[in-house]
Structure formats: C-alpha cells, structure tokens
C-alpha cells in the first residue's frame, strides 16, 4: 500500500529581519488514497510546493505527522521514504548523458560494499571491449535493462547517449519524468512539472503523464497553477489557500458544488460570476429590481432565508442570451473574445453595473457597445453566506460522487 497521510501537519519558517514566524501550513489533515492522482492547486504561497518538500524529507514540518503506507516517514531521510520528485526545473546532471541521469538513482538505491563498487566500474569501463574481455556485473546489467524498458516507455531511446544540453525542452522534461519512474518507488512527486514547455509540448506531455500513471498505478500528488492540468489530470483535487485545505473532491464537484467564495473564483476558468442577491423564499430571489426562479437541490433551502442577503454564483455558461422580458437582465456587451468553438463576453449589468462573463456560441455576431438580454438558468445558481460558505446541500447529496476507478 502506498496511501499518502498528512496528519495535522505545520510548517513555520523563522522570522527574517525582525519580522513576524511565517506560518506557510496550518494543522493540515488530507489522505491521499493508494494508486490515486491528487493535484493541488492553489494561489503562490499557499503551501503547496512546501507539502511536496515536507514529503520527500527535502524540509521538516514544525508538527503534525507524515505517513507513507503503514511507516510513518516524518524523521526519516529523503532517501528512506521511497519517493521520487520531478522538479520544475527539471534537475538533470549536466555532466551524465540520458542514460547516465536515468540510472542515477537506481545505483543509489542501496549501499554497495568495496568489492562490488568496484566491480561495477569496471563493468562500466569494459562495456565496449570485445565479451571475452569485460568484467560481468548483475546489478549493472539489471540496471540497464531497467533503463532499457524506461527509455522505450517514454520514446527515449534514441538520445540515450546525449547530454542535456543536447535536448530540447520536452525530451528534458521526460528525461526527469524517466528518472522517477525508473526507481518505481511507491509515490511519485510533481512540482508544475510542465511549466517550462510550449502550450503544444504541454498537451502531449499531460497526456503522456496520465497515461503512464494509470498503467503504472504509482500514487501521485502533482502541483500545477494551471486549470486545465488540475481539472483533466487529477483523480481529485485539493485547493490550499493561506496555510490550509479549503476543498477536496473530484474536478466536477468543486467545479459544480465549491465550498466556499475562493474555490468558486479559483476553479474554472474564467471564474464564477457573483452577485449580490436576496431571497423571496422557496425557489426564488431577487437580484436588483428582478425576480428570478431557482431550481434544483438548492430551491428548497431558501425557504428558511427569506429576506436574507447572499452571494449569488452562475457559471458563464449559466447566463444565456434572450429576448428582452421582465425576469431578463439588460447588459452592454464590453469585451468579446473569440477562442474559435466558442465565444466569451464580458458583460456590464444595467442594474448594479456588475461585470459578469457569459460563453455563446461562435456564430453569434455581436460587438462591444452592443446591448443584450441574459437569462440566469434556474439550476446553476449556488449560494454563499455572508461568512463566503456554500449552503449546505441536502443530505443525499452532501456525500458526493464516487471516485473514479483506479
């Protein structure tokens, strides 16, 4: 088993120049399951590279616990725990070619004793002499069969002999993702692994690294800032905000159900649009001088509100364009961007004058200036108190899906 748990877990760094204990991680809990592909996102400072570091023993957390499996880690040493990190950088030895930087933590797996260093070298040192001659060595040979079978997984095979200065970007970015697999250790670590790449390398790396995840079912905790690595990558996803866990769910919930006005305005892209609204009662509230229907689980819990004010959140593709009617909202289109399938418009309300976003179709004409009439769909609406949490859903719901097969 290799089912990752951070228990209560701090990290505080030391006061700099007479300032105040930076306080990075907050009495974290979160259980990461065998063979899952966890990504956590998050604004930069939020901790979220720090946890990685606190995992692979790269930093020490000023509390709380770590466990990988069933041994607790938190005081062993980075090369104890069984992990392997791919770092944004991507960290490769400049002086070892391809195949030298995929063994190189195979051959550090254990100690060797005197006599079996030097078997090795001069294993190494005979591999091009005629087979009469060179000096036998199982681990070396295993260790290159190994690096054999990584290299041909990951198209590899022929820059085995360059350096990396000889490679481009992408095949730097596979080399270190070699590196982690070839030790198949029992979790694997990525830190924004794909930022250095191009917009193309980086959909076809995604992918790669999806697909090797899955044939290889190594537990994984990935950290990305992008929204479209974190919603098609990730089994689930953990949003972190100042120190401390703010959701976990699969990409679909916390797209659909955010628990709170940070996760609302951090997932999905662009984000929620919020206004400000107050409740009539069971299925219906009031934004500005408009009366607007709510449906869906949600209907029935603004029958215990009636009268209170509360933030009120639409998806852009939960705002429509309309006829002109009482129950519409009058808009003036200020921004249209064209992304080829679609079409997405930054819109000022007549009422209020709140900006909201709304996506429509890529055959609509329309201009900045133009007027336009938007229809809320009843059943996107999500509500936030005035402390920025989600109304709670009904119990039935309240559990969630279930998670995908891994």
């Keep these: 088993m290799a089912e990752v748990r951070f228990e209560a877990v701090s990290k505080t760094y030391p006061p700099r120049r007479g300032g105040a204990p930076v306080e990075v991680l907050r009495r974290l809990d979160l259980h990461v399951h065998d063979g899952e592909f966890l990504v956590l996102v998050g604004p930069s400072g939020c901790g979220k590279s720090t946890l990685l570091r606190l995992l692979a023993g790269l930093e020490q957390p000023t509390g709380g616990s770590i466990a990988v499996g069933d041994r607790e880690v938190t005081g062993l040493r980075p090369a104890q725990r069984d992990v392997a990190m791919v770092f944004q950088s991507y960290a490769l030895y400049p ?44 681990r070396e040979q295993r260790i290159a069969a190994r690096v054999q079978e990584v290299a041909r997984s990951l198209e590899l095979e022929p820059l085995l002999e360059r350096l990396p200065k000889e490679l481009s970007g992408g095949q730097k970015q596979r080399v270190a993702l070699g590196r982690a697999i070839a030790r198949q250790p029992a979790v694997f670590l990525m830190d924004e692994p794909l930022s ?12 790669q690294i999806v697909a090797l995840q899955r044939e290889l079912g190594t537990t994984t905790l990935y950290v990305t800032h992008d929204q479209v690595e974190a919603m098609t990558m990730g089994h689930r996803i953990a949003v972190l905000n100042d120190g401390q866990l703010q959701q976990l769910g699969t990409p679909m919930q916390l797209y659909q159900w955010p628990a709170n006005l940070f996760v609302a305005q951090f997932i999905g892209s662009p984000p929620m649009n919020l206004l400000p609204v107050t409740v009539l009662g069971a299925g219906q509230l009031q934004l500005g001088g408009r009366r607007l229907p709510v449906e869906g689980p949600l209907a029935e819990q603004l029958a215990s509100r009636a009268g209170q004010s509360l933030t009120g959140g639409l998806r852009p593709e939960h705002l429509r364009l309309a006829p002109a009617t009482n129950r519409n909202l009058g808009a003036e289109v200020q921004n249209v961007e064209a992304l080829g399938n679609e079409q997405l418009l930054t819109c000022r309300l007549a009422e209020h004058s709140h900006l909201v976003q709304v996506r429509i179709g890529a055959d609509e004409r329309l201009s900045p200036g133009d007027t336009i009439h938007l229809e809320p769909d009843p059943g996107g609406w999500r509500f936030f108190d005035a402390e920025g949490q989600a109304l709670p859903l009904p119990e039935p719901m309240a559990a969630g899906p279930v998670l995908p097969s891994l």
């Design 95 to 138: 002086h070892l070619t391809v195949a030298g930087n995929l063994s190189f933590g195979l051959r550090r797996s254990r100690a060797r004793t005197l006599a079996e260093q030097v078997q090795d070298a001069l294993h190494l040192a005979s591999r091009r002499l005629p087979p009469p001659l060179r000096i036998h060595s199982g």
């Design 196 to 207: 250095n790449l191009d917009a193309k390398l980086r959909t076809g790396t995604r992918a």
